[in-house]
């Protein structure tokens, strides 16, 4: 299937980003400094792989690392959102409530809900920075604090996931992403 390909390659490529831009050490040791052979490979694949797997912290740890998506929405906002993410079916839940969307918002220690549509969720807080209501480290600060799940629940949402998703929905034209786009322009004028 073509789609399985290019989401492949796109994973791929983000790897070899993270590797060339955040890991450049991994790059300097196995590309550079050695002969790269399949074992190299594999050593430099699992290396990176274990420096960025979501953390996999107790909850006392995780109390020590504040979290944040630098943003304060007021409570009409927070429906607003609320409201976009029903009608867009962001989320594998049926009955999401406006405390979903405020705990996901504020990073409340523990929080965890499983993404229905990563590309549209992606979307919708890339709107949310284009407008500067959110931080720009919004991917980072997901992954870090493990609060969205895939839709089976099994695997945390990465960063990278959040990026190749975000690339990938740009790229297409559909009703849910011009909804999205305007419920978010919207936002501003909500007090």
């Keep these: 299937d073509m789609t399985v390909c290019r989401n492949v390659h796109r994973m791929n490529l983000n790897i070899v980003n993270g590797i060339l831009t955040r890991h450049q050490e991994l790059a300097n040791e196995f590309l550079f400094e050695r002969e790269f052979s399949y074992g190299a490979f594999e050593s430099l694949m699992g290396t990176y792989n274990r420096r960025t797997a979501p953390p996999t912290l107790s909850s006392d740890s995780r109390q020590t690392i504040p979290l944040s998506l630098g943003c304060s929405f007021t409570r009409q906002q927070i429906v607003h959102i609320a409201n976009c993410a029903r009608e867009n079916y962001l989320f594998c839940i049926s009955d999401l409530t406006e ?47 493990c609060f969205l799940l895939n839709r089976n629940g099994a695997k945390v949402v990465s960063a990278s996931n959040l990026s190749s998703s975000l690339s990938a929905i740009k790229r297409i034209d559909c009703t849910s992403k011009t909804r999205i786009r305007l419920a978010i322009s919207k936002l501003v004028s909500i007090e």
């Design 99 to 145: 405390q979903h969307i405020e705990d996901l918002f504020n990073c409340r220690l523990g929080f965890q809900i499983r993404v229905k549509n990563i590309r549209l969720l992606a979307l919708l807080f890339d709107c949310l920075l284009e407008m500067s209501l959110i931080d720009s480290n919004w991917k980072s600060t997901l992954h870090k604090g």
